[in-house]
């Protein structure tokens, strides 16, 4: 029962404590202080209202145990009259507003310093995931995870704390409401605790609610995606229509979650007063008809109580509120959680001098049950030609992928210079390795910055960039732009062509100071002529560099040094063009087929 409360209440605490540290109890202190300071100043409403009547005369037992407020000022022989009672006030409401306003200042900037740093961890996660966890996971997740869940966490962080703030002005308030008649305050305590249980029910409701909203978020994030990524796909094949009723089905979904968390809330905001009110008017007339209490002590007590249960429907609305994203929260625990568990094992070991040789010895790798590499032991010297071939689903960009340290391998071992996969950080080997892909990447950028990546637009550079655009036989297409290398490839580069796009991105590896070029059917949008052009230049590439190529067309891998046939996960042939048309009927097939 304990432990449930503790958990139930304490687990957003420990999550935000992990990340605010110390901060969180100076938030607690200045809220601390606030409440007092306010307390002490309505206090002093007690002594004026004594001197309605006309009277000078202050009678501290009135005040209950408040009373030494009201003796401390008349001991230390200040005067307690109309005018000093009412600097008093002045005094206490000034400092609660300055402190009020430090407070304010300062919970602005922890917040803001904790997105910060719940953003950086995020990007951190995202960075050192291993890709393998990446390939096989879901995109809209991610994607809703560090973008729109981190504006949920924002407004759960705003009302976790109001609420918090609000919860210890209530128990300031109630104390001082005890400490003035607590006849009265146990009365309307009681009368308190009862009605909350009829808004239990509410805010488990909204926590429920909140679980279902944040799925179909991720879903209709999921869905958006693949609408803007397979958006051709689907308008030529009239698909749009279909699809676009999938994810209207996911928005009404959404509709719906967000509509029966605000009727709630709306429920919860306009139904919480009159019904404290009904408790406190009670309570009032049951004290002063039969237990012949005074109004004086009631009234300034009923002014604590008042801003008590003001603060206590302001803190349910806020828990509330932070329970209705609170969904978000577990999720990026659990976001968190998961791209530490998924974080790329890499070891410490840096790859030193330039890449001499690969060896894959006995190398199996699996998506979960499915063997997809089954044993393959090949050797890759420095500046070879390596082709890849077979059919669909055979393995190819699996095994290029795991000589570019992409993904780790299950079984065997895979050297670098003979340095284990495994002690390697293979980012020493990723800084080295340009990769081509059969989806060109192109950013919304200048074509200099698409090319160079960021680089500063010093004349060196510019001259390795014209130099790469010549290699990647782009030179004259960017000569013609209007503004040439300042020439902005909008959209994804949509104002260019397929072949104008892969050119793009193979300049980009060139510029590189790149030793391994892969090539993942680099070739495969462009026309032949284009085709030939880059085949040309990449034959002029050949034994400057390693070059692995995943590819279907003969005429690519025609020059290779050795071109691999891959069946299955498992390597069939390996040989030279000539020699693997006679000692593979595949390839033979493979190359008549083309040839046709
Ligand atoms: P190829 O490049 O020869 O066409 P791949 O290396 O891409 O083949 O794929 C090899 C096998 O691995 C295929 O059977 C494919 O279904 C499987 N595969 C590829 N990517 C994933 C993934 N992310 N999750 C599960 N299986 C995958």
Redesign the pocket.
Known sequence: MIKKFVKKYFESFAFFYSFLGYRIFIIVGFNLLIGILDGFGLTMFLPLLQMVDGSSNVDSDSMGKLSFLVDFLQNSGIPLNLFSVLVFMAFFFFAKGITQYLAGIYKVSVQQWFMKRLRVSNIRGLNNLSYKYF??SDVGRIQNTLTGEIGRISIAFTNYFKALEYGILVMIYMAFAFSVDAQFAVLVTIGGVLTNFLYKSLYKNTKGISRTLTGETNVFQGLIIQNVANYKYLKATGSLKRYAEKLEESVKGIEKSNKKIGKLEALLTAGREPILISVVVAVIFIQTTYLGSQLGPILISLVFFYRALNYLMQMQVRWNKFLSVSGSLENIVDFGKELRANKETKGKEELKGPVERFQLRDVSFY?DE?I?INKISLEINSKETVAFV?E????????VNIIAGLLPIDRGEFLINGLNSRQMDVRSLQKRTGYITQDPVIFNDTVFNNVSFWDEKTETNLRRFWKAVQQAAILDFIEELPDREDEILGNNGTNLSGGQRQRISIARELYKDVEILILDEATSALDSETERAIQQNIDELKGKYTILI?AHRISTVKNADRIVV?SKGKITNIGAFKSLIESSPYFKKLVELQEV
């Open positions: 390939v096989t998506y499915t997809v077979g669909s689903g055979s393995g190819k960009t699996t095994l995943v891959m």
